[in-house]
């Protein structure tokens, strides 16, 4: 995550510079530290990490926040890293670099909603706050992605060596 979209960012959108950014996510470490729920123990917690229904004990927030957190986020990051890759290679076209985004939407909003509403699963508050700082910046991702897909995609996709998707640069 960021990993090829905060470099296009400080250096050819230059909304904020890295100070600022770092100041932002500080400020919303501190406040979610604030708002985060306070750690709570449930009996009826299951630990497995490998279950029969662990979409829906994540859903009803029954599973601990790591085992909600981890599995997708780095899944998430490892397509993220995967599909950029590709593009930046030329062997993914922009069209399809959409379509992979489009699919990861869905359940990166189940994955956010399960997380919330696991956060009091765990031993630290600190752990609830940075696992909801990272949700937002998996949506802060997806912002700036949306960014550089409709007005940095000459930048980004290289849409000079593009023959065949030429028309998905503009």
């Known amino acids: 995550m960021f990993y090829y979209s905060l470099p296009l960012f400080f250096t050819h959108i230059k909304w904020f510079s890295l100070s600022e950014l770092l100041g932002v996510a500080l400020l919303l470490l501190f ?3 604030l708002t985060a729920p306070p750690p709570e123990q449930k009996e009826e917690l299951v630990q497995s990490l490998f279950d029969e229904h662990y979409v829906h004990l994540c859903w009803l927030g029954l599973k601990p926040l790591w085992a909600v957190f981890w599995p997708w986020f780095l899944f998430f990051n ?15 076209s922009a069209s399809s670099w959409d379509d992979v985004y489009f699919v990861l939407c869905l359940p990166s909003i189940l994955w956010s909603i399960a997380v919330w509403r696991n956060s009091s699963n765990t031993q630290y508050r600190i752990w609830a706050a940075l696992a909801r700082l990272m949700t937002l910046a ?9 960014v550089i897909r409709f007005d940095y995609a000459r930048i980004f996709f290289n849409c000079n060596e593009v023959v065949l998707d030429y028309a998905a640069c503009f």
């Open 31 to 33: 406040v979610l530290g």
């Open 78 to 92: 490892l397509a993220v890293f995967t599909v950029d890759s590709l593009v930046l290679a030329g062997q993914l």
């Open 138 to 146: 998996v949506w802060f991702e997806y912002a700036l992605k949306w």
